[in-house]
């Protein structure tokens, strides 16, 4: 079953942290991707990604026929969406256990959300 990896941090944790701590947690996130791709884990045809900070994010709602913008995220919230993972897991126990060994699960959080049984 594939299951969808939401990785939440807070994005001013992340800017704190000096490039020498930013360099090695991005080197386990490396060694994360390349071990699930390894044990099959990683659903190849879609990759895994980090986002651009939600300072460039653009929320969009569509009501009565009319588009409204707001720059950010929909919400303020201490942690942000930072990027992904969509994997294949035999049952929720191994995406969760997947889910505990991603690197942004230690300072945020990370959600795991499976894909709906008839679409995937």
Excluded: C
């Excluded at 942290?17 to 190849?44: C, K, P, V, W």
């Excluded at 986002?51 to 569509?62: G, I, K, N, Q, Y």
């Excluded at 994997?87 to 256990?97: K, M, Q």
């Amino acid at each position: 079953m594939k299951y969808m990896l939401l990785i939440y941090e807070n994005e001013a944790e992340w800017d704190a942290l000096t490039e020498a701590e930013q360099q090695a947690e991005m080197g386990e996130y490396l060694r994360f991707t390349e071990d699930i791709r390894r044990t099959g884990n990683h659903e190849s045809q879609v990759p895994a990604a980090p986002l651009a900070p939600t300072t460039t994010s653009t929320t969009v709602r569509v009501r009565n026929g009319r588009t409204m913008l707001t720059d950010g995220p929909f919400a303020e919230t201490k942690e942000q969406l930072g990027g992904f993972y969509i994997v294949e897991a035999a049952n929720a126990d191994e995406a969760i256990a997947l889910a505990a060994r991603i690197p942004g699960a230690r300072r945020g959080s990370v959600e795991v959300r499976p894909f709906r049984a008839d679409q995937g």
